[in-house]
């Protein structure tokens, strides 16, 4: 079979309705943003069923991540092919104008870490994350009956340019802020509290699941703040680590001059925050403006990104070595 070469490759954002909503990510992404509903989440990475990710542009403009995955799963994933069935990530942008709910993700490969990256915080902007201090099963239950769930959790006022990790089973929520999401993708979330807000779609409450939270919740983790950047760079190129676990890696690259992405044999991802710029691969230039996601394919090693004018993009890297239990053994002796 002779599949379409690879390219790098942009895809279409996909704007959700979210009553916690708002309409901040009209001038974070290039793609118009719907009319008047609150939108609380563009996907723009996504190898899910109901959401699926579009190429928008070259040979395989049209094409989802998954039909590409299907023809050219090597190419595309290189050392990973073997390990992930979907792509691994979920990427979004996320407006939270009001109050999202309190909710824990499971944990495991097939489970969900996060992290948000913040783009812009309003007056009441609020990040919580972990416990105050450790909590048992049966008083979390009492608190959540009580509406007291929320003291029970540390808070902090984000700042922009902060980045939050938030590990599967880490009990959380946020507000009044924008922020870009890296996370496993994995679409399971268990709501514990939701503010006594009314879905104005339905009149009633959103259902909870906190039999199923319950199970999931680490309940040692502490408090949650801003992680520390490690600065890799300052001159000529700005680039610092933000996060490396073991789901995912955030570099953030600050610069208007090239520089290079992406790695032989891996898949990597760059998002475009702020400027605009091309790729440059097999002498063809394909352009990246604010809001976009552009996909690398494991085949096709570095690349050269030219930003016209400053950009600041983050370079997103899968799990790059299986867990420790995975490598084969070395024989003693
Ligand atoms: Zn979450």
């Not at 399971?188 to 199923?212: A, C, I, K, N, S």
Request: aromatic share 6%; net charge negative; with cysteine.
């Amino acid at each position: 079979v002779n599949a379409t070469p690879l390219y790098p490759l942009r895809f279409e954002p996909i704007y959700q309705y979210r009553l916690w909503g708002g309409r901040r990510l009209a001038h974070l992404l290039s793609a118009p943003l719907p009319a008047d509903d609150p939108i609380g989440e563009a996907w723009v990475l996504s190898d899910r069923d109901d959401h699926a990710s579009v190429v928008a542009d070259g040979p395989l403009k049209g094409k989802t991540i998954a039909e590409i995955l299907a023809q050219s799963r090597e190419p595309l994933l290189g050392e990973l092919a073997g390990r992930f069935k979907r792509f691994p990530l979920l990427l979004k942008f996320l407006d939270v104008r009001t109050q999202l709910s309190v909710q824990v993700h499971p944990s495991g490969e097939a489970g969900k870490t996060e992290a948000w990256i913040v783009l812009e915080n309003g007056p009441k902007a609020c990040i919580l994350a972990g416990f105050k201090t450790a909590i048992s099963a049966q008083d979390l239950r009492h608190a959540i009956a009580n509406a007291t769930l929320a003291e029970h959790l540390a808070r902090f006022p984000p700042k922009i340019g902060d980045t939050v990790l938030i590990p599967a089973g880490t009990v959380h929520s946020l507000s009044d802020v924008v922020v870009f999401e890296v996370q496993q993708n994995c679409d399971v979330t268990f709501r514990l509290y939701d503010w006594d807000h009314l879905d104005p779609r339905t009149g009633r409450p959103r259902p909870l699941q906190v039999e199923q939270a319950l199970d999931s919740i680490d309940f040692e983790q502490g408090a949650i703040g801003p992680v520390a950047p490690q600065v890799e760079s300052l001159q000529p190129v700005r680039r610092e680590k933000l996060i490396q676990s073991e789901r995912f890696g955030v570099t953030r690259i600050g610069t208007d001059l090239s520089f290079l992405v992406g790695v032989a044999g891996l898949p990597r991802v760059l998002v475009c925050l702020t400027g605009n710029g091309h790729i440059e691969h097999a002498a063809t230039r394909y352009g990246f403006g604010q809001g976009d996601v552009v996909l690398l394919p494991a085949v096709l090693g570095p690349c050269l990104c030219r930003p016209e004018g400053r950009v600041s993009v983050l370079e997103i890297s899968m799990p790059e070595t299986p867990s420790e239990l995975a490598k084969p053994q070395t024989a003693l002796n």
